[in-house]
Structure formats: C-alpha cells, structure tokens
Antibody, heavy 119, light 108 residues
Framework: EVQLVQSGAEVKKPGESLKISCKGS????????IGWVRQMPGKGLEWMGI????????RYSPSFQGQVTISADKSISTAYLQWSSLKASDTAMYYC????????????WGQGTMVTVSS | EIVLTQSPATLSLSPGERATLSCRAS??????IAWYQQKPGQAPRLLIY???NRAPGVPARFSGSESGTDFTLTISSLEPDDFAVYYC??????????FGQGTRLELK
C-alpha cells in the first residue's frame, strides 16, 4: 500500500525549533516529488514547498521562503519540514503529499501533523 | 501569479440534488486544474486531475470541465458522503502550485 505517514502532534513555545517528518512506503520514494501544505485552523490549503528526494532539488513558495526548510533523507524514505524559531502564527496542520508530475496533482496525502505554538 | 477564486463559498443542497462548484483563474494559463475533497479531521483526497479525469476509486457522479479560465466540478446527484469542503488547485511554471480558498458543500 502506498502511504505517507507523518510524525505526531507537537506543542512548542515561541522561539523553539522543530522538525516534523513524512515517511513514504509502498513506492519508489526517490522518484516522486513530495510537497508540504499548511492549513491554519478553520482555513484553506496553502502550498509551502516541494522536494524531489532523488536529488533533494527543493522549491519554495515565495510566502514560505526563508521561513521553513524542507529536506529529505532518501536512505530512510523520509521528508522533513523544519523551523528554526517558531511563532504563534505557525500554529496549523501540516500535510505532506506525493506529487505526480504526469497528472500535475497530489495523489497521496499524509494524515497531517498538528503543530501548536503557544507560550 | 495566478489566483484561483472559488464560488460559492458555501453551497447548501440536499441529497439527490446536483452540485456545481466553480473555480476561476485570474488569467489564462496552459496547465491543468485538480480538485480535492476534504472532510472534517481528514487529509484532502484527490478527486479530479487534468481538469476532467477522475482519480482511481472516485465515483462517476463526480466530473470536471473547463471553459476558458472557468473550471467546474459537478456532482450529478449528491450522496450524504459528499458533504465536505472542495478545493481546486493549479500547476503552472511559477509559483508552481496554488489552491483556491475552498467551497463548503453543506447539507440543506
């Protein structure tokens, strides 16, 4: 079964760092882009960035460039999203999703990781 | 940057009725639209790709179409399971991905 499994919910304080993960299985992890999508409470979907685990080619949305870092470790089929200094406004659900180039869409989604930043 | 505007924001219908959801692009572009369904507490699910192709396992009552910069998701006869939020998504050169703000399909 093709799936993406994300790490569990996090509760952090402003200024703390965080790295969440997304592990792929059931397919060739290095052959498909993995995107990250933010969903703030009660709001819509926002594309943050995308990485190709095969060579770690990474692209960021202008809205998130410099705010987060996307990386991947192909040896363990895992992509990451990290923050160096969290803000309360980073409180959101974060999804990873597999991108299929030939259909220009995200076909498999992780279950989401809820990040809560509060003092 | 292409902006996708979905309408209506909320659509109130009853089971058995036809639902028509719109997604308008701010400019024409040579690419495709995808549609996703999201239920409360769940991740989005791909319904339609390349504007009009159903993803595997998606019922035939879901269909997608386009007319210029206007894209439409149609649900021919609503089932109770269809009440959810629907998002359109486009892919162009840069920024490569964006989503519409969503349409909430609610039970009347």
């Amino acid at each position: 079964e093709v799936q993406l499994v994300q790490s569990g919910a996090e509760v952090k304080k402003p200024g703390e760092s965080l790295k969440i993960s997304c592990k792929g299985s059931g397919y060739s992890f290095t052959s498909y882009w993995i995107g990250w999508v933010r969903q703030m409470p009660g709001k819509g979907l926002e594309w943050m960035g995308i990485i190709y685990p095969g060579d770690s080619d990474t692209r960021y949305s202008p809205s998130f460039q410099g705010q987060v870092t996307i990386s991947a470790d192909k040896s363990i089929s895992t992509a990451y999203l990290q923050w160096s200094s969290l803000k309360a406004s980073d409180t959101a659900m974060y999804y990873c999703a597999r991108h299929i180039g030939r259909i220009s869409a995200f076909d498999i989604w992780g279950q989401g990781t809820m990040v809560t930043v509060s003092s | 940057e292409i902006v996708l505007t979905q309408s209506p924001a909320t659509l109130s219908l009853s089971p058995g009725e036809r639902a028509t959801l719109s997604c308008r692009a701010s400019q024409s572009f040579s690419s495709y639209i995808a549609w996703y369904q999201q239920k409360p507490g769940q991740a989005p699910r791909l319904l339609i790709y390349h504007t009009s192709n159903r993803a595997p396992g998606v019922p035939a009552r879901f269909s997608g179409s386009e007319s210029g910069t206007d894209f439409t998701l149609t649900i021919s006869s609503l089932e109770p399971d269809d009440f959810a939020v629907y998002y359109c998504q486009q892919r162009t050169n840069w920024p490569p991905y964006s989503f519409g703000q969503g349409t909430r399909l609610e039970l009347k």
